[in-house]
């Protein structure tokens, strides 16, 4: 539970990155010699700490909503430790191999079911560093996971031995570390840098919602107006104003004209295109709704259109909504959103 603690500190927002480099060394110390089924507990129990603390943002949507989601995470690293004890029951031991159990479940996490729960992906902790992300360059933050797990281990066993008095082993960890610690190096020095074309002015406008409970025309007024009024405090030319998801309620900004036109005059005030995200019908069923993004040209023009394909479960929409009238927590995701279709007009 401590290790995952650990890792949980290591990620936004304490955001101690480098931490991910030794927090999980309690808990591949608790896997070394644990039977398969003794690690995948371990395992489950390390990913209620770590997700626990990591999502703990989702209290906002129930209980329901945190215990589910960490539970179902849980459920991946306590097939990693599955694995890795499995493993060492058939005498293979080695940080390569807790690496390769640790990712696979990782990168299965982040695609199934549902399309996926990415959060915590191991890597991501090294976001601020710029050799990791030379890494992800290369081969995503799969890779960047892999060899993080394997440093803990190759750590674990630099400890063991000097614990231990054995020096064929010390020299065995240290070479493992210098080779995680090569290919940081080589995948930062071959880094991929494009060459800069030009540059652009973009302002990012983010509100603080602080009235989450609003609903209906209440909430549809506050939030365009609010960023709006946001918006009114931008200074000089800018190329694009990105207004953020949700900011304004549930219009439509090509059906609703007064809004419309307020935000074609943020646009002229700047020289600059917005883009905003809206609910929009699908044209010809009333009952379905895109969350889409428009972006406007300085003088109003509509230049394009994207409405999400990949949509949020339990966010965006409820799988199984019909058989699941029970939880009243699901009452706050008011609609299903509609997935969208490639080549969007």
Request: some cysteine.
């Amino acid at each position: 539970m401590g290790s995952g603690v650990l890792l949980a500190l290591a990620f936004p927002g304490l955001d101690l990155g480098p931490l991910a480099l030794v927090a999980l060394v309690p808990l591949l110390w608790a896997w070394r010699d644990a039977t398969p089924g003794r690690a995948a507990l371990y395992g489950f129990v390390f990913g209620l700490a770590f997700f626990g603390v990591l999502m703990y943002w989702l209290w906002y949507f129930g209980p329901f909503a945190i215990v589910a989601l960490v539970v179902a995470c849980s459920a991946y690293t306590a097939l990693s430790g599955f694995l890795v004890g499995g493993f060492a029951e058939l005498g293979i031991r080695s940080p390569w191999i807790t690496a390769a159990a640790w990712v696979v479940p990782e990168v299965l996490r982040g695609r199934f079911p549902l399309g996926g729960m990415p959060w915590g992906e191991v890597g991501a902790a090294l976001h601020d560093v710029a050799p990791a992300r030379a890494l992800a360059s290369w081969g995503g933050v799969a890779l960047v996971s892999f060899l993080v797990v394997a440093a803990n281990g190759f750590v674990l066993d630099l400890v063991h031995a000097l614990r231990a008095g054995r020096s064929r082993w010390l020299w065995r960890a240290a070479a493992g570390l210098a080779a995680v610690a090569l290919v940081a190096v080589v995948g930062d020095v071959f880094r991929y840098d494009p060459s800069p074309s030009g540059q652009l002015r973009v302002a990012l406008l983010q509100g603080n919602d602080q009235n989450r409970d609003l609903e209906g025309l209440e909430r549809d007024t506050y939030l365009p107006e609010s960023h709006l009024q946001l918006a009114d405090t931008l200074l000089g030319p800018y190329d694009l104003i990105v207004f953020p998801e949700s900011s304004l309620g549930d219009l439509d900004p090509q059906a609703d004209a007064a809004l419309r036109s307020r935000l074609v005059a943020v646009g002229e005030a700047h020289d600059a295109d917005v883009l905003v995200n809206a609910i929009v019908e699908v044209p010809g069923d009333d009952d379905r709704v895109w969350n889409m993004n428009l972006l406007y040209e300085p003088d109003g023009t509509l230049q394009g259109r994207y409405a999400k394909q990949h949509l949020v479960p339990y966010g965006e929409y409820v799988p199984g909504r019909r058989f699941l009238g029970f939880i009243e927590q699901l009452e706050q995701i008011e609609r299903d959103f509609t997935p969208s279709v490639p080549g969007l007009k």
